[in-house]
């Protein structure tokens, strides 16, 4: 994994957990609020490629953490 997909992927599991552990209102909320994400994460998402962004929803997906 990436340093890029890592920073993605601990931002993606806050917010999951924010979300409680549910996938699609977290999918959501990242959608509807790109502007506040911090910008190292931002930066590391423009960087990966759609199948480095999935690899790291799916791993979240499967493993859960």
């Known amino acids: 994994m990436t340093t890029d997909q890592r920073t993605f992927r601990r931002y993606l599991l806050t917010v999951f957990d924010d979300q409680c552990s549910d996938i699609i ?5 990242m959608s509807n609020h790109f502007q506040r994400w911090p910008n190292t994460v931002r930066v590391a ?4 490629s759609t199948a ?11 493993n859960g953490d």
């Open 45 to 48: 998402y423009h960087r990966l």
């Open 25 to 29: 209102r977290t999918m959501m909320w």
């Open 52 to 62: 480095e962004r999935n690899a790291v929803i799916r791993e979240v997906l499967v």
